[in-house]
């Protein structure tokens, strides 16, 4: 199977070089500034205006989220559209202790790269950076999907960074459900016989899921926090709420964690008096689907580089990506660049360190080459993105 040209990618190999500095300044600079789902407005305009300045042509504000954007590097005519994703939002609390500001940088380090090596792709086609609001709680894909967004993009790629180099590795589907109990107030000390204690409640939904974990496939996730517990001691709570993730290998287990859920939470209104209601939220992330080609080109491009994939790591599960529903809708690829040494959990003030040390830069400028080389492959052999798209039907 054919790709891009060794020399094509020695340039972009070498622009990509010469722009690590500035795009190393830009990831810590993001990484200072931790901004929250659909609030990434420094972010959006920092890394828009550096994909302006080398030659791309930005959009911002696509698909009805004023934080994303769209930038293009054209080829000579109508062609196949590459798009390589980059996320920048930051966790509430702990920063950016998921290293989006090396996704943010490695995807843009790519386009930049391209745009200054090549201005205009020999071939017919274009390569895009998407700029995806809102990986973490927002779904910010897959609001762009819905806009019809990546109606055009015959294939889609990005990097995260991680204790590890790995082409592939499953995510899980996930969905969000918010529970609500309401119960009556009254005085904790004098009265308390005339209230209905929510928080007994929101407990024992707890403890029930304690029980029904032990029942679950081992590759599930149920896991909460209680999001009002009550307002003062001397208060029989009337009012609690709490939010769970329900996560599976496949979207119908996570339907069938949720109707468990369900039972549990209604059992635990019933145990102690309490009303309840509960939300799950619509949009489900779906686990990503594979792609052997793409993963392929990848591995062979990091091969390239000289930036290894390490063995996969047993201790470590599986989180979860809007980028899973992508992968759902068209040819896709969502591997792992290491940015921290083995063993460092993702969401950890450990990890948000590693997100700007030097393995932090290394792994960028390696995900920088590593996507424009595969964009550029795909852009470059119609018969790397047909079986790319041989594999996203067989499966
Ligand atoms: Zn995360
Ligand atoms: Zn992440």
Redesign the pocket.
């Known amino acids: 199977m054919t790709g891009a040209p060794e020399d094509v990618k020695r340039k972009v190999a070498a622009a990509v070089d010469a722009l690590a500095d500035e795009l190393e300044a830009l990831s810590h600079r993001i990484h200072a500034t931790p901004e929250l789902a659909f609030t990434e407005e420094k972010a959006h305009a920092w890394l828009t205006e550096f994909l302006d300045r080398r030659g791309a042509r930005v959009e911002r504000g696509v698909g009805g989220l004023p934080t994303a954007f769209r930038a293009t590097i054209p080829g000579t005519g109508p062609g196949p559209t590459i798009a390589i994703l980059a996320?920048y939002d930051a966790l509430p609390g702990i920063g950016h202790a998921?290293?989006?500001n090396v996704i943010a940088t490695a995807g843009t380090g790519a386009g930049a790269a391209i745009a200054i090596a090549l201005a205009t792709l020999p071939w017919p086609g274009r390569v895009q950076v998407i700029g995806t609001p809102a990986?973490?709680g927002g779904a910010g894909k897959v609001r762009l999907m819905e806009a019809g967004l990546f109606r055009d993009v015959d294939a889609a790629m990005m990097v995260?960074g991680r204790s590890g180099t790995r082409v592939w590795r499953p995510t899980l589907g996930i969905m969000k459900v918010k529970v609500e109990f309401h119960g009556e107030a009254a005085h904790a000390s004098s009265w308390p016989w005339r209230g209905v204690n929510a928080l007994n409640a929101v407990i024992q939904l707890f403890v029930s899921l304690d029980h029904l974990r032990q029942q679950i496939r081992p590759d599930a996730r149920i896991h909460g926090i209680i999001t009002k517990g009550g307002d003062q001691p001397n208060i029989i709570p009337e009012h609690t709420s709490a939010e769970f993730y329900l996560r599976a290998m496949t979207t119908d287990h996570v339907r069938g964690l949720e109707r468990r859920f369900r039972d549990a939470a209604e059992a635990a209104a019933t145990a102690t008096g309490c009303r309840v209601t509960i939300t799950s939220d619509p949009t489900i992330h779906e686990p990503m689907k594979a792609n052997e080609t793409m993963a392929r080109l990848f591995g062979r491009n990091l091969e390239l580089i000289g930036f290894p994939e390490d063995p996969d790591d047993p201790e470590a599960g599986y989180g979860s990506?809007d980028c899973g529903n992508v992968s759902q809708a068209l040819p896709t690829i969502h591997p792992y660049v290491r940015i921290s040494p083995d063993g460092v959990p993702?969401h950890s003030r450990e990890f948000a360190e590693w997100a700007r040390s030097p393995m932090a830069r290394a792994g960028m400028v390696a995900g920088a080459k590593a996507l424009a080389f595969t964009a550029l492959d795909l852009v470059a052999s119609s018969e790397a993105l047909a079986r790319a798209k041989q594999d996203f039907n067989a499966t």
């Open positions: 996320e998921c290293g989006h990986e973490e995260h990506t993702g």
